[in-house]
């Protein structure tokens, strides 16, 4: 559910990263900081535990420019991927307008891809929203592994409503502006349309 | 299945900040926010300068919604207020209408009787506001605000 203030001129959307426990949704997140302008970023908040795992969410305020006279600012949050955590990752859900699901390219975490993929729309579907509809993208990530399966494989598995998809190494910043930009812009069309439907 | 776009108009923010406003003096707050459920801010009066306020707001509401999260878990409809107590500062988190969050942070030159009083009325004035706001933004007439924008004009935020 985006937020338009006529009076500040802003309008606010909120996206959520979503994906199984370690494919790198946070990474995705501290690169975006560590690459943004101070003046367009606030501060990034982590809430995890000791071990640095995501334990409720990450939370990173960014400013894009203007539209039409409207600042636009999205903020960035990341669920935790930890099965066990699912009652945190349906409260970071509520009023999400556009979603990505980070991937994790190694065949060994095919099933927990699946998993994980399918606990979003069903997630989603008790806020009453539909994984059809919502602005939505894929990333693949840590493509650089030697353990990662074909692109192909995981386009058959994790995409068969071929939404747009990205390949990326996020420890390095490989693809993740372009998968921002992606979601931004989707969401932004569907605002266009008088969205939030 | 419908998730309106929350819309805020100069009429109901002026009203809106000027209930806000108004509790920082009668509360002697040092900060008072309003944040919608899911982490935006609607409005901040007092002395804002040195506080983040985004990320107040966020946090704010994570812990409303975890808080609403238990209160699921117990059968109970929500648990509409919080109270923080620090050493030097205090927050005081009330849920409003089930729609926004408006959080008082004080310090000892206020107490939690005080501002009790003063967040019952304000939460009271508050609700009539986003009554008529929801109504506005449901009803006939509403503007599709962004209906003009072209795909250039999103591009050219992507060409930096």
Redesign the interface.
Known sequence: MSFINYLSREINCKLVYYGPGLCGKTTNLQYIYNKTAPEAKGKMISLATEQERTLFFDFLPLSLGEIRGFRTRFHLYTVPGQVFYDASRKLILKGVDGVIFVADSQIERTEANIESIENLRLNLQEQGYSLDKLPYVIQYNKRDLPSAAPLEELRGLLNPSNVPEFEAIAAKGDGVFDTLKAVAKLVLTELRKGGGA | ??????????EE?TQIQAIVDRLVKEANAKVVFIV?????L?AASGDIENI?T??LA??TA?NI??T??MAKLLKENEFATQFHEGEKANIHIQLVGNRVILVVIFDARSSLGLVRLRVRKASEDLNHVFESLLKKVEGPGAD??????T?E??????N?
């Open positions: 299945m419908n998730h309106p776009q929350m819309v805020m108009y100069e923010f919608d459920k899911n982490g935006q609607i983040d985004t990320s966020s946090l994570g919604a975890a609403g999260g599709a605000p962004f209906a003009e924008i795909d004009d999103i591009d050219n935020l992507f930096d």
